[in-house]
């Protein structure tokens, strides 16, 4: 089993920044991908970004040029560094990560932080 835990969630203005960290624990060496997904009441979650083992990325349209993920392979950890960021932004923001072989989008959640941004 892997165990996902984030960290870096809060207020922010709209047009400020912030950065959000994500550190795996436990069966580390199975993780392949990992990915930042968020959601808000009353709709399904959404990928904003995700980076697969071989540092290949894939972003949201709507965070593209803002938004950037990165990864640290030695720690298994994955950053989201979060810029220019809207209130459409306000986000309950879940860290993802995807088994080596597997056919899910994702098979391990972290519990989530809750990303606010203020007009």
């Known amino acids: 089993q892997v165990q996902l835990l984030e960290s870096g969630g809060g207020l922010v203005q709209a047009g400020g920044s912030l950065s959000l960290s994500c550190a795996a624990s436990?069966?580390?060496?199975?993780?392949?991908?990992m990915g930042w997904y968020r959601q808000t009441p009353g709709k399904q979650r959404e990928m904003v970004a995700t980076i697969n083992s071989d540092g290949s990325t894939v972003y949201a349209a709507s965070v593209k040029g803002r938004f950037t993920i990165s990864r640290d392979h030695a720690n298994i950890k994955v950053y989201l560094r979060m810029n220019s960021l809207k209130p459409g932004d306000t986000a309950v923001y879940y860290c993802?990560?995807?088994?080596?072989?597997?056919?899910?989008?994702?098979?391990?959640w972290g519990k989530g932080t809750l990303v606010t941004v203020s007009p």
């Open positions: 436990g069966n580390i060496f199975s993780i392949d991908a």
């Open positions: 993802g990560g995807k088994r080596r072989n597997s056919y899910n989008e994702m098979d391990y």
